[in-house]
């Protein structure tokens, strides 16, 4: 059995200069966890493959074409591949999300 607590993970460079961390990165899947800092936002980008988001903690926006919900914990929210989105804390407190690409793309992100 393989154990990944999301704290030891290290933080990964990314364009949206948020915290980003790989937990699990195999030939089928891919799973990130993202953390939003009061105010932070992703940049709207697209994904070549479908994503979904599960809210682990605190309230932000989902963005997916042309739709904006605000989600809150315990909340999974569908994203097809190839719609643009982004994820957004106009909150005052926290907002993590784990990300989960199915399949792991080959192909890389596009950003807006």
Do not use: C, W
């Not at 990314?14 to 932070?40: F, M, W």
């Not at 932000?60 to 957004?88: C, F, N, T, W, Y």
């Amino acid at each position: 059995m393989k154990t990944i607590e999301m704290k030891s993970s290290p933080e990964k460079p990314n364009p949206h200069n948020v915290s980003v961390r790989l937990l699990y990165d195999t030939e089928h899947a891919q799973a990130v966890h993202i953390e939003l800092k009061p105010g932070e936002v992703l940049k709207k980008h697209i994904t070549p493959v479908d994503v979904f988001f599960y809210i682990l903690e605190g309230k932000g926006v989902v963005e997916i074409g042309d739709e904006q919900e605000e989600v809150s914990r315990d909340m999974l929210i569908e994203s097809p591949a190839k719609i643009p989105h982004r994820l957004l804390n106009p909150s005052d407190g926290i907002f993590r999300v784990l990300v989960v690409k199915v399949p792991r793309q080959t192909e890389p992100t596009r950003l807006l």
